[in-house]
């Protein structure tokens, strides 16, 4: 087998490095820099009740800082130089930097597999998996599990709304907790088997939601839909050339669907009648398979550019199409001669 | 006996689903049940945490190759879990600023809040923009307009893709009124209004049979594939 030879590519990776280097370095240089974010300081004060002191009242107070863009804080400073209301937003602006330095590090997978792309990949699989996990626990374990079995304490210290349980759903929690308990046993080897019954419960409930939502949803509905008069009158008669072009889709429509469902139909051979409206049905469904292409893609093109707009507006601060960046006229791009 | 009595709670747990809307009695079971599969649901993310735990601890501990990348994701699930569970740099909740745990877990300002944004968001959405250079990468490759069904997928694409850009609008906009209907923006519309609503619709219904026949295989007891090995058939 032979191997690859290496020195292109490293002289590729080196000159992606460098150009990259070199956007990064001109940009820092030039005009007001770039990625940095800023927050303008909010003082919040509530008075809530306290039993334990003497007024039966305490009042707590905590600083929450909202995002602004970086006119807003020019602005700010120009008016008063010493001001703290609005300042840097230190983890922000190296949540830029850390958000364009993975950007790249997956865009860089266009040109091949590298440290970059696995050393980010490996990051996804370990923040999705957990934040997957902490969404269930305070989205479903927190409300219903603990709002049910441990209803004082979660009222006490997470959700002091939550209203009480009722016996039915306390006895269902207790069930769910059995279950989940069998199901986790999954990492055990040794009793591993007995989680079966949480997949028998998460099967079977499936299995009877989901015949009732594709029935009434997608089965009903749709051919309901679809039963809509065929000529669809247009002013200036009955048979007119308007009319006949006003019904034309509602043919079209109940004849495509009649076809593709034909051509569904495997219980009868595809000959004589039965062929021809499989063939239509193919076309139809090649037409479908072909705009569900072109959606697809036009999707992807829609983020790319999401992306790119990321690297070049919020990161490199080189395009401004909301003009966050434009003090008195000027744009930070060329420099506004300020105050960073 | 273990698959006899699975069998039993898959049969019922999907008989209580199916019949709950039909007896007003039986309601308050149905939504139970769903309260119950949400949990479990839930519990079943534990259950993957622990697997990727498992499965990377066992790599790093044997020095496998790529090992630095399987700490590198136990480091970052570590974090995210504790971040997240911990709830650290939530502000409290105005209404219930008395209760400690109150605050919302992805509250502005919260280190949640900035693994969403800033680590989350930008790998996840710039992995599926790479699909846009593989999509069409792959299209060039594969596509050819050798038969009549080849030419008409390519065409309807090439004409929903330029129907919605500028460029499509740009390209046909000097057509006269009366043939205002071939503007490729009105024909990209007429496609996806006529023949795309009529090969979807025929897809659906296709679905929503094949979902309500494997459903009631299953409820049925015919069909045990889910099982595992030796579940199978009937």
Not at chain 2, 143 to 160: D, H
Request: a neutral charge; one cysteine or more; proline letters at 4%.
């Amino acid at each position: 087998m032979s191997k690859e030879p290496r020195s292109p590519a490293i002289l590729v990776w080196a000159m992606i490095v460098l150009a990259v280097a070199a956007v990064v370095g001109l940009r820092i240089g030039l005009g007001d820099g770039m990625a940095r974010a800023y927050a303008e300081r909010v003082e919040m004060r509530v008075t809530v009740q306290d039993v334990a002191s003497p007024s039966g009242e305490r009042v707590v107070e905590w600083v929450e800082w909202k995002s602004v863009s970086p006119a807003e804080f020019s602005r700010a400073v120009r008016e008063s130089p010493s001001q703290d209301r609005v300042q840097l937003n230190p983890a922000n602006t190296v949540g830029l930097w850390v958000a364009a330095l993975l950007t790249l590090a997956i865009f860089s997978f266009l040109y091949r597999d590298n440290p970059a792309y696995r050393l980010a990949e490996a990051i996804i699989i370990g923040v999705s998996a957990a934040y997957w996990g902490v969404i269930g626990v305070w989205d479903s374990i927190v409300p219903k599990l603990f709002g049910a079995l441990a209803h004082g304490w979660t009222t006490a210290h997470i959700l002091p709304n939550l209203p009480a349980p009722t016996t039915q759903s306390q006895i269902g929690m207790g069930i769910a907790l059995a279950l989940g308990i069998l199901l986790l046993l999954r990492l055990v080897p040794a009793v591993g088997g007995i989680s079966v019954w949480t997949m028998a419960f998460i099967v079977g409930i499936t299995a009877g939601a989901k015949i009732i939502s594709h029935v009434e949803s997608d089965l009903l509905a749709q051919t309901v839909a679809t039963m809509q008069p065929l000529v669809q009158p247009a002013d200036g008669g009955f048979w007119t050339g308007a009319t006949l072009w006003a019904s034309l889709p509602s043919v079209l429509v109940v004849v495509g669907v009649l076809c593709c469902l034909t051509y569904f139909f495997f219980s009868v051979e595809h000959k004589g009648v039965v062929g021809s409206a499989a063939r239509i049905g193919i076309m139809y469904l090649m037409i479908t398979f072909g705009a569900a292409f072109g959606f697809t893609v036009m999707g992807r093109v829609a983020l790319l550019s999401q992306r790119v707009e990321f690297l070049l507006d919020d990161w490199l601060w080189l395009i401004d199409p909301l003009e966050r960046r434009i003090v008195d006229g000027v744009s930070m791009i060329v420099g506004t001669g300020g105050v960073w | 006996m273990m698959r006899i009595v699975a069998l039993a709670i898959a049969s019922v747990a999907g008989l209580v689903m199916l019949l709950s809307p039909f007896f007003p009695a039986m309601e308050s079971v149905g939504a139970q049940s769903s309260e119950i599969f949400n949990v479990i649901a839930a519990i079943a993310f534990i259950l993957g945490a622990g697997s990727l735990v498992k499965v990377n601890l066992s790599r790093v501990g044997r020095r496998d190759t790529g090992w630095g990348y399987a700490f590198v994701t136990l480091l970052c699930f570590a974090i995210t879990l504790i971040v997240g569970l911990g709830k650290i740099g939530v502000p409290p909740n105005p209404q219930f600023a008395a209760t400690p745990w109150a605050g919302e877990k992805d509250a502005a300002g919260s280190a949640f809040a900035w693994i969403y944004e800033f680590i989350l968001t930008p790998i996840t959405s710039t992995m599926f923009a790479l699909l846009a250079f593989y999509v069409a990468s792959a299209a060039f490759r594969a596509f050819r307009a050798k038969n009549r069904e080849a030419m008409l997928l390519l065409g309807t694409a090439f004409i929903v893709l330029l129907g919605r850009t500028f460029a499509g609008v740009w390209l046909t906009g000097g057509f006269p009124e009366w043939a205002s209907g071939l503007r490729l923006e009105n024909l990209s519309m007429f496609i996806m209004q006529v023949f795309n609503t009529a090969g979807n619709r025929a897809i659906i219904i296709g679905i929503a049979l094949g979902v309500t026949a494997t459903s009631l295989r299953i409820l049925l007891g015919i069909d045990r594939s889910w099982m595992g090995a030796g579940g199978g058939s009937a």
